[in-house]
């Protein structure tokens, strides 16, 4: 796994709060970046589950992101501690998606044998209008094939944006303004990197 910068200390973790507090968004930054240790430590317990690191870090991060982004320095809690559970939920919440994505069965996949010998898939016996039938298996199979293409084409941060721009990994869909507040960037950056992963997607279909 990729090193890291050094945690902040609690006076550095401190200060770098206070300043973000007060409008500074460099301090928002040095914050994101000095807890990506903690990113790295929590995705780590998840590798056994044949997930990509590179995925899980991303979604991890954005985790992090909304923990320095929501947390309240009033509270008696380390920014640490609570950026954990940020981190924790994004990825299970990632995780539980992708699960459930994994248990969708595909309506070309055999299930079995006619009395001739002939292979049966499950769209044979879908008891529909025959037109309508195949337009909502060539859909079924163009997400998934989309899934696939994000997830193998796409650089982490271009998985990022399209995934929060279009609601893929939890649902919640996100402007192009929401994003650039999140990662920290411009908006017209956003709109860059949304245009660049949409046309690399294109040319799959």
């Known amino acids: 796994m990729k090193s890291f910068p050094q945690p902040l200390t609690a006076a550095e973790e401190q ?27 929590i995705v780590r317990k998840y590798q056994s589950m044949d997930e990509e690191t590179e995925d899980l870090l991303s979604i991890g991060t954005i985790g992090l992101i909304k923990g320095v982004v929501t947390f309240n320095p009033d509270k008696a809690v380390r920014l640490g ?11 299970l919440m990632y995780l539980r998606t992708r699960k459930k994505s994994a ?15 002939n292979e049966i898939q499950l769209f044979d016996i879908i008891e529909s209008d025959t037109d ?20 193998t084409v796409l650089s982490p ?20 303004r929401e994003i650039a507040k999140e990662l920290g960037i411009s908006r017209s950056y956003v709109s860059r ?13």
């Open 81 to 91: 501690t609570y950026a954990a559970r940020c981190i924790e939920n994004e990825v």
């Open 103 to 117: 248990r969708d069965v595909s309506l070309y996949e055999p299930i079995g044998t006619d009395r001739e010998g």
């Open 193 to 205: 990197i949304e245009k660049s992963a949409i046309e690399k997607l294109r040319d799959y279909f």
């Open 157 to 176: 941060r271009e998985r990022i944006v399209l995934k929060m721009r279009y609601g893929l990994y939890n649902g919640d869909e996100f402007t192009q």
């Open 15 to 41: 200060y770098y709060l206070q300043k973000y507090t007060e409008g500074d968004q460099e301090a928002k930054h040095i914050l994101i970046e000095r807890n990506m240790r903690l990113v790295a430590h």
């Open 132 to 151: 309508d039938a195949h337009e909502k298996v060539a859909l079924s199979d163009d997400v998934r094939l989309l899934y696939s293409r994000i997830e």
